[in-house]
């Protein structure tokens, strides 16, 4: 009798729990839910409960699940999944595998047990490019400060070593996309051309096989690898700064690769002219080509990324956190992806909503900000700026309402965020006695629980604050 295809697929299940352990099993593989089989095409389309296991799934298991598969079906087969993103209104999105030979295996998905159902790990390729596949384009948003490098990243991808960009030099600061942008370029570099060697290797890896290499007396060897790459991805060279020997062999693999054609991509966080300790038989090879600088994104492109990564991941938070965060996050897309994992994580551990409160606790254990304490001029500056009025205005006597109300903003935010007493903040905003200093705190207590427009007038002004908690 001939097995049914979700016969088929339960089979590829128990294959999978025989190589995992009962753990893994139950968390990554039994939310699956098979859906269909297409003979056209030979392929599987199953359920996932959120983006969050189908990426999962796509870097630590999609080399297992490939093997039973084949197994369990007779034949090659592909796999689609449909990915649930809104839960509540039943939304979901199809997207495609990856192949087993683009993926870095995680050592727990290859523990295979000595059984008749044990699944030999899949055939590597001859070359793993070491990419991370979730760091490509399609999530890479553009804007002002990374536009010039994204095109040309994309350039360089379509046309390798055949365009002028070569060798491709970007650099940046700390969480400002560097590592992701190369790595889009070899992950669409490889997908445009498979069979082209690509490899992404940052520079202490590079330096620590280059030891290994010297110490087991294969110096040779490991140059002639390097001089087979068709695009050579080095991350984070600056750390070569006082590396000479390493530098010395990278000048003769760099000098193969440009000379034969071959792409070069560099990431540094600073530009060539700021290498110290490099020689400059480097340092113009490393200039010939384009050098291309990442800005930290502004507040508006920290907005679009975590607005790109909630749709992604079908999370629903509100825009004032997203705001909040991307204020805070000190222009770091590291920063943001790590403060909306910790929200998810908080939310789903303590089944919480996402909101204001959760975000100022997750950013204080997230984000590493100035504990300066506020002064009593930066935050009269901000009032004033959120009001459009002069501190002159503000210091003066007059009792017009748009004044006040700034004084008495400035008065009790002061007395939130300093440690000086009322009658220090009196003089130090328009010479005021600590009564009115008391008087406006009162004022502004009470306001705040009636009036909902005033609140959130009072929260983009402590955000524009960063919402520092100075009194630790």
Same mark, same amino acid.
């Given at each position: 009798?001939?097995?049914?295809? $979700?016969?088929?697929?339960?089979?590829?299940?128990?294959?999978?729990?025989?190589?995992?352990?009962?753990?893994?099993?139950?968390?990554?593989?039994?939310?699956?839910?098979?859906?269909?089989?297409?003979?056209?095409?030979?392929?599987?389309?199953?359920?996932?409960?959120?983006?969050?296991?189908?990426?999962?799934?796509?870097?630590?298991?999609?080399?297992?699940?490939?093997?039973?598969?084949?197994?369990?079906?007779?034949?090659?087969?592909?796999?689609?999944?449909?990915?649930?993103?809104?839960?509540?209104?039943?939304?979901?999105?199809?997207? $495609?595998?990856? $192949?087993?030979?683009?993926? $870095?295996?995680?050592?727990?998905?290859?523990?295979?047990?000595?059984?008749?159902?044990?699944?030999?790990?899949?055939?590597?390729? #001859?070359?793993?490019?070491?990419?991370?596949?979730?760091?490509?384009?399609?999530?890479?948003?553009?804007?002002?400060?990374?536009?010039?490098?994204?095109?040309?990243?994309?350039?360089?991808?379509?046309?390798?070593?055949?365009?002028?960009?070569?060798?491709?030099?970007?650099?940046?600061?700390?969480?400002?996309?560097?590592?992701?942008?190369?790595?889009?370029?070899?992950?669409?570099?490889?997908?445009?051309?498979?069979?082209?060697?690509?490899?992404?290797?940052?520079?202490?890896?590079?330096?620590?096989?280059?030891?290994?290499?010297?110490?087991?007396?294969?110096?040779?060897?490991?140059?002639?690898?390097?001089?087979?790459?068709?695009?050579?991805?080095?991350?984070?060279?600056?750390?070569?700064?006082?590396?000479?020997?390493?530098?010395?062999?990278?000048?003769?693999?760099?000098?193969?690769?440009?000379?034969?054609?071959?792409?070069?991509?560099?990431?540094?966080?600073?530009?060539?002219?700021?290498?110290?300790?490099?020689?400059?038989?480097?340092?113009?090879?490393?200039?010939?080509?384009?050098?291309?600088?990442?800005?930290?994104?502004?507040?508006?492109?920290?907005? #679009?990324?975590?607005?790109?990564?909630?749709?992604?991941?079908?999370?629903?938070?509100?825009?004032?956190?997203?705001?909040?965060?991307?204020?805070?996050?000190?222009?770091?897309?590291?920063?943001?992806?790590?403060?909306?994992?910790?929200?998810?994580?908080?939310?789903?551990?303590?089944?919480?909503?996402?909101?204001?409160?959760?975000?100022?606790?997750?950013?204080?254990?997230?984000?590493?900000?100035?504990?300066?304490?506020?002064?009593?001029?930066?935050?009269?500056?901000?009032?004033?700026?959120?009001?459009?009025?002069?501190?002159?205005?503000?210091?003066?006597?007059?009792?017009?309402?748009?004044?006040?109300?700034?004084?008495?903003?400035?008065?009790?935010?002061?007395?939130?965020?300093?440690?000086?007493?009322?009658?220090?903040?009196?003089?130090?905003?328009?010479?005021?006695?600590?009564?009115?200093?008391?008087?406006?705190?009162?004022?502004?207590?009470?306001?705040?629980?009636?009036?909902?427009?005033?609140?959130?007038?009072?929260?983009?002004?402590?955000?524009?604050?960063?919402?520092?908690?100075?009194?630790?």
């Amino acid at each position: 009798m001939v097995k049914s295809h $979700e016969a088929l697929w339960d089979n590829c299940l128990n294959l999978i729990k025989d190589n995992v352990t009962e753990q893994q099993f139950k968390t990554w593989f039994q939310p699956i839910v098979f859906e269909s089989y297409n003979v056209q095409d030979n392929t599987v389309l199953v359920q996932v409960p959120s983006m969050y296991v189908y990426e999962y799934l796509e870097q630590y298991y999609v080399g297992l699940l490939s093997k039973a598969l084949t197994r369990s079906f007779g034949r090659k087969v592909s796999l689609s999944y449909r990915v649930v993103t809104d839960k509540s209104n039943n939304i979901t999105q199809n997207v $495609e595998a990856s $192949e087993p030979a683009m993926i $870095e295996k995680h050592p727990a998905a290859m523990r295979m047990n000595q059984s008749p159902t044990a699944l030999d790990a899949a055939t590597p390729q #001859d070359l793993n490019p070491q990419l991370d596949i979730h760091r490509t384009f399609r999530n890479f948003i553009e804007g002002d400060s990374n536009k010039l490098p994204r095109t040309v990243g994309l350039s360089i991808a379509e046309h390798p070593g055949k365009s002028t960009f070569n060798p491709f030099f970007v650099f940046g600061p700390s969480g400002c996309g560097k590592t992701h942008l190369i790595n889009a370029i070899g992950i669409k570099c490889k997908e445009m051309y498979p069979s082209k060697r690509v490899l992404y290797v940052s520079a202490r890896l590079f330096q620590v096989q280059y030891t290994d290499a010297v110490r087991r007396n294969v110096v040779n060897d490991f140059i002639n690898f390097y001089q087979s790459i068709d695009v050579l991805i080095v991350d984070d060279i600056q750390e070569w700064a006082t590396a000479t020997k390493t530098l010395d062999t990278f000048f003769h693999i760099f000098n193969h690769l440009f000379l034969n054609g071959k792409q070069i991509i560099l990431a540094s966080d600073r530009p060539p002219v700021d290498l110290e300790g490099m020689k400059d038989r480097l340092l113009t090879r490393f200039s010939c080509g384009l050098i291309a600088e990442l800005e930290k994104p502004n507040v508006q492109l920290c907005v #679009d990324i975590l607005n790109s990564k909630c749709r992604r991941d079908g999370l629903s938070i509100p825009n004032e956190v997203i705001r909040f965060i991307a204020e805070t996050a000190n222009g770091s897309v590291r920063d943001l992806e790590g403060v909306i994992n910790s929200l998810l994580a908080y939310s789903v551990v303590y089944n919480s909503n996402i909101d204001m409160r959760l975000a100022e606790r997750v950013i204080k254990r997230a984000v590493k900000i100035d504990n300066k304490p506020l002064t009593v001029d930066e935050i009269l500056d901000k009032v004033c700026t959120h009001y459009n009025v002069s501190q002159q205005n503000v210091f003066s006597k007059s009792r017009k309402r748009d004044y006040v109300i700034v004084r008495q903003v400035s008065m009790y935010l002061a007395q939130k965020y300093t440690k000086m007493p009322a009658s220090r903040i009196g003089q130090l905003i328009g010479n005021r006695d600590h009564s009115t200093v008391i008087h406006s705190c009162n004022t502004i207590e009470q306001r705040l629980k009636i009036d909902k427009a005033f609140l959130e007038e009072m929260n983009s002004i402590e955000n524009s604050f960063k919402l520092k908690d100075r009194n630790n």
